[in-house]
């Protein structure tokens, strides 16, 4: 059954795209940032595919932002605004723990990850819950590249409030084994690893219970504290909905920038 005759038939008479499954994967056409390069999981498009998509009759329904933050270039250099670390501390005050995911321990933290995802983001447009087995997979399938330094989880008294998912960009050394794992891409990875110097913060969400607490502004803080230790000293952070106040004045005030866009649209089905 073709794609628009499976809508239909489920009472849809329009199509969104383009995107994987759902809003949890890769999603969203690149209508800004062509220049620059795609980190991990951020797709990429020829520029004129937008123009391809326009003269079918697909409209903007709406535009998800990529914001790069780096060392040195933030509000106060190599520190967020002043009110970002005192919420940070005042989150300690009010017992939050910082630690990292463990690895030994995978199985129960990607429960722990689920539960902070489909709570904190459920309010969001376009958000389907993720369910277990996608978690499963994607951890499967991240689990080679995840560096505990990036994986956090926000505890208080015991129970999970929040979470950090961040990925060094391996896109640095995938792209020199020009796709050849033999006869030495698998080398040039092994050993390539130690040269990746930026990250992709793929999800940072806190339970809306605990989001006085200054938790997200604890996550955040605990970012600045890796980075030089790890040696990976700049990022991109997202995506975000532009619709998304909040968090976009977040990323404003910590001194980020948006670097690339991408689009979602919506194409009218033809009568059948």
Same mark, same amino acid.
């Given at each position: 059954?073709?794609?628009?005759? $499976?809508?239909?038939?489920?009472?849809?008479? *329009?199509?969104l795209?383009?995107?994987?499954?759902?809003?949890?994967?890769?999603?969203?056409?690149?209508?800004?940032?062509?220049?620059?390069?795609?980190?991990?999981?951020?797709?990429?498009?020829?520029? #004129? #595919?937008?123009?391809?998509?326009?003269?079918?009759?697909a409209?903007?329904?709406?535009?998800?932002?990529?914001?790069?933050?780096?060392?040195?270039?933030?509000?106060r250099?190599?520190?967020?605004?002043?009110?970002?670390?005192?919420?940070?501390?005042?989150?300690?005050?009010?017992?939050? !723990?910082?630690?990292?995911?463990?690895?030994?321990? /995978?199985?129960?933290?990607?429960?722990?990850?689920?539960? !902070?995802?489909?709570?904190?983001?459920?309010?969001? $447009?376009?958000?389907?819950?993720?369910?277990?087995e996608?978690?499963?997979?994607?951890?499967? %399938?991240?689990?080679?590249?995840?560096?505990?330094?990036?994986a956090?989880?926000?505890? *208080?008294?015991?129970e999970?409030?929040?979470?950090?998912?961040?990925?060094?960009?391996?896109?640095?050394?995938?792209?020199?084994?020009? @796709? *050849?794992?033999?006869?030495?891409?698998?080398?040039?990875?092994l050993?390539?690893?130690?040269?990746?110097?930026? !990250?992709?913060?793929?999800? /940072?969400?806190v339970?809306?219970?605990?989001?006085?607490?200054? !938790?997200?502004?604890?996550? #955040?803080?605990?970012?600045?504290?890796?980075?030089?230790?790890?040696?990976?000293?700049?990022?991109?952070? @997202?995506?975000?909905?532009?619709?998304?106040?909040?968090? %976009?004045?977040?990323?404003?005030?910590?001194?980020?920038?948006?670097?690339?866009? #991408?689009?979602?649209?919506?194409?009218?089905?033809?009568?059948?």
């Amino acid at each position: 059954m073709a794609a628009t005759e $499976w809508l239909r038939a489920r009472g849809r008479d *329009r199509m969104l795209g383009p995107m994987d499954f759902t809003t949890n994967d890769e999603c969203g056409l690149l209508v800004e940032g062509h220049e620059l390069e795609p980190m991990i999981l951020e797709p990429w498009h020829p520029p #004129y #595919y937008s123009e391809l998509l326009e003269g079918l009759g697909a409209t903007k329904v709406m535009d998800l932002l990529m914001w790069r933050l780096a060392m040195g270039e933030l509000e106060r250099g190599d520190q967020f605004h002043d009110l970002i670390h005192q919420a940070a501390t005042n989150a300690v005050k009010h017992g939050v !723990v910082i630690r990292e995911m463990r690895k030994r321990d /995978l199985d129960a933290e990607i429960g722990r990850f689920m539960d !902070v995802y489909n709570e904190a983001w459920g309010d969001n $447009w376009g958000f389907v819950p993720i369910t277990e087995e996608e978690v499963r997979f994607q951890a499967k %399938n991240l689990k080679p590249i995840l560096d505990p330094n990036w994986a956090m989880i926000a505890e *208080r008294d015991g129970e999970v409030v929040g979470a950090a998912l961040t990925l060094p960009d391996v896109n640095q050394v995938l792209a020199r084994m020009n @796709g *050849r794992l033999l006869p030495i891409g698998w080398w040039r990875f092994l050993t390539g690893r130690g040269d990746i110097d930026r !990250v992709r913060v793929l999800a /940072l969400g806190v339970k809306p219970r605990f989001q006085h607490l200054g !938790v997200a502004a604890a996550l #955040y803080v605990r970012h600045v504290e890796v980075a030089p230790r790890v040696g990976q000293l700049w990022g991109e952070m @997202g995506w975000i909905l532009e619709v998304n106040e909040p968090m %976009n004045r977040a990323m404003e005030g910590m001194g980020g920038a948006v670097v690339k866009r #991408y689009r979602l649209y919506e194409l009218p089905l033809s009568a059948p």
